[in-house]
């Protein structure tokens, strides 16, 4: 295995807010788990509120929104430590879905897990452990022509 010292990573060109971040992993993995979507198709992480956008063939109830925020709750509160493997593309690949990287993607990929329940390939910027996280609180969702676009936030 690689140490960071050793790999090259494409360029990253945002600053993201590591508790947010964070959560959109956790956000994205319980969609997938409860809806068997794919992770979100469009996301915009900010640090006040953000907004995650989600492709699916029917509109979700309330109950299951409610569940998807309660179940991110859930993980959260397990106190997951957060942490980075560097591994090659093939090898990646049999983890992680690649679809989603540029073309010119690095030949190593930083995968970012979420103690067992999430696991991406990602560069971004994550906290340690989810206890760092605070709690999410979905503000909002609405659904039209397949797509699920979830507004949220997170508390103390």
Do not use: W
Not at 24 to 44: D, K, W, Y
Not at 141 to 147: L, M, P, S, V
């Amino acid at each position: 295995m690689n140490t960071p010292e050793q790999v090259s990573l494409n360029e990253h060109n945002k600053k993201e807010y590591p508790p947010m971040h964070t959560a959109e992993h956790i956000l994205n993995q319980t969609m997938v788990r409860m809806f068997g979507c794919p992770r979100s198709m469009n996301a915009h992480i900010e640090r006040k509120k953000s907004k995650c956008d989600y492709s699916l063939a029917e509109a979700p109830t309330a109950e299951q929104m409610a569940d998807v925020e309660k179940q991110i709750n859930e993980v959260i509160d397990q106190h997951l430590p957060v942490t980075i493997k560097f591994l090659p593309k093939e090898e990646a690949g049999d983890i992680v879905d690649l679809r989603k990287l540029p073309e010119n993607v690095s030949d190593t990929l930083r995968i970012v897990y979420i103690g067992d329940y999430d696991a991406c390939a990602c560069i971004g910027d994550h906290v340690e452990n989810t206890s760092e996280i605070g709690h999410f609180k979905l503000l909002n969702h609405d659904y039209k022509e397949g797509r699920l676009r979830l507004r949220f936030k997170l508390t103390e």
